[in-house]
């Protein structure tokens, strides 16, 4: 089940293939998690907050730059859904925080590496183009800029990733449910 305030989002996609690869989001993807452990969003749903102020942002920011907006859509709404497997619920004492780093995933493999790995897959069984594929995971994989530090293989190297990242640093660090 998609969330209704999601459902909107995804359906504000043009691209019938992207739009049917952004069905692959569901409730269980955002609606418990947080965005961060210790930096913003870290509420319930925070995840999802985050994602649709990130949304927000790059659908004002994208329109006004003249950005291809189906890319830039999509991969705002899929940039931070690996977060899902990189935090696990912290059960065994019932203290402290609620979420924590899952461990091997968080090292091994990171949300941002992992949610364009997702979302290859969910486009490639919606017959998502390879070009615009490349582009959106492209996207992701770079939605944390060019400070490696913060996590991004790659720096933005399109107005669409340049865009992402902006938003997502906004939000993180201005958002309204911050």
């Not at 293939?17 to 452990?37: D, I, M, V």
């Not at 969003?41 to 004002?60: N, Q, R, S």
């Not at 899929?78 to 004492?93: F, G, I, S």
Request: glycine share 8%.
């Amino acid at each position: 089940m998609i969330i209704p305030s999601l459902q909107t989002r995804i359906d504000q996609i043009s691209n019938p293939k992207l739009r049917e690869a952004c069905q692959g989001l569901h409730t269980g993807q955002f609606n418990r998690w947080p965005a961060s452990l210790k930096f913003h969003h870290t509420h319930t749903k925070g995840l999802l907050d985050h994602t649709l102020e990130v949304f927000g942002i790059a659908d004002h920011l994208g329109k006004f730059m003249g950005a291809d907006m189906d890319v830039l859509l999509t991969a705002a709404l899929w940039h931070d859904v690996a977060k899902t497997k990189e935090y696990t619920y912290n059960d065994e004492t019932g203290e402290g925080p609620f979420f924590k780093y899952s461990g091997n995933y968080q090292k091994r493999i990171h949300h941002i590496n992992g949610g364009a790995a997702m979302f290859c897959h969910q486009a490639w069984l919606a017959g998502v183009p390879e070009p615009t594929i490349e582009a959106v995971m492209h996207c992701i994989l770079a939605h944390h800029g060019p400070v490696k530090d913060w996590g991004s293989p790659v720096a933005p190297q399109t107005l669409e990733a340049l865009i992402l990242h902006q938003a997502d640093m906004l939000s993180a660090h201005y958002g309204p449910t911050r």
